[in-house]
């Protein structure tokens, strides 16, 4: 049986991580824990529970941040992309010290590894999902996209990004969920950015926490801390924060999933469109 058909999951154990926030730079401590059935993805912090849904994003500035009654976690995505590559489907995620998950290396890699030596279990109900039954697409005058598009079953992803930069023009890759291949082949792609940026993005509050172990810095010939793990991690990695923001649906997708020149303001936009739309078919039962 095709993902996301078949029963939901959760996490075997308890996971506890720490680290310091990329944006931030502050320490925190994430614990993630089992979840019953159709309890989907909760953050908690300070008391508050925080549903991983795109209606609870606060602010999309470089990261996915999520926000209620006064409490924020910051940059969700890369934990929640590890849990939609692993299939996960319930988890509990407490926080403590800082506002923002821990950056560790840029990547999902960190989390995906603990959580497999805790292990996942299937749970015993269904997993519900969106079934795509017609092409849907947001496209911005810029030609930047997000579409779904319907397939046999199972779930595809692709990306695609373009530059008007020397070293970086344009890449794409994608990602199939039958093929396993998201622990190895998206999950360490770290987060990148221009050399050029990191002044402004310093100026705004941003990137305190970055540095030549958790993020590729790219210049006008190339990578300038370190080979790449990949020769297209760019793109890899934005294929990882389409996914964990494609988790702030509350179900997975049925279909196939293209984006192009997207980031996590566009991601935001196509999931509210999305399901305002008819384009798909809420099923309940695997």
């Not at 509990?92 to 960190?110: A, H, N, R």
């Not at 950015?193 to 926490?209: D, Q, S, T, V």
């Not at 801390?225 to 294929?239: A, I, S």
């Not at 739309?277 to 695997?286: F, I, K, N, V």
Request: hydrophobic content about 35%; glycine content about 12%.
């Amino acid at each position: 049986m095709k993902y996301p058909r078949g029963r939901q999951r959760t996490l075997a154990g308890e996971v506890e991580i720490r680290g310091y926030g990329l944006h931030t730079g502050k320490p925190s401590t994430i614990k993630i824990k089992p979840a019953p059935v159709d309890s989907g993805i909760t953050f908690a912090k300070e008391g508050v529970e925080i549903p991983a849904h795109y209606r609870w994003v606060v602010d999309v500035s470089r990261a996915t941040n999520l926000g209620k009654d006064g409490v924020i976690v910051r940059t969700v995505e890369h934990l929640l992309s590890a849990l939609a590559g692993l299939g996960i489907d319930n988890a509990y995620v407490e926080v403590e010290g800082g506002e923002e998950i821990p950056g560790l290396d840029g990547s999902s890699k960190v989390f995906v590894q603990a959580i497999a030596q805790t292990g996942v279990v299937e749970q015993e109900k269904a997993r519900k999902c969106f079934k795509v039954l017609e092409p849907f697409r947001l496209e911005r005058e810029d030609g930047s996209f997000v579409e779904v598009s319907p397939n046999g079953g199972g779930f595809k992803a692709y990306c695609a990004i373009q530059y008007n930069h020397p070293y970086l023009d344009y890449q794409t890759t994608s990602f199939e969920y039958d093929s396993g291949s998201y622990s190895d082949d998206v999950a360490p792609a770290r987060t990148y950015c221009f050399y050029e940026e990191i002044a402004h993005l310093l100026k705004k509050g941003l990137g305190r926490g970055g540095n030549i172990h958790n993020a590729v810095v790219i210049g006008a010939e190339g990578v300038l801390n370190g080979p790449p793990r990949f020769k297209d991690e760019p793109v890899r990695h934005k294929l990882l924060d389409l996914l964990g923001d494609m988790k702030l649906l509350g179900f997975p997708i049925m279909g196939e999933v293209k984006a192009f020149k997207a980031g996590h303001a566009m991601h935001l936009s196509f999931l509210q469109a999305f399901t305002d739309s008819e384009a798909y078919l809420l099923l309940e039962e695997g």
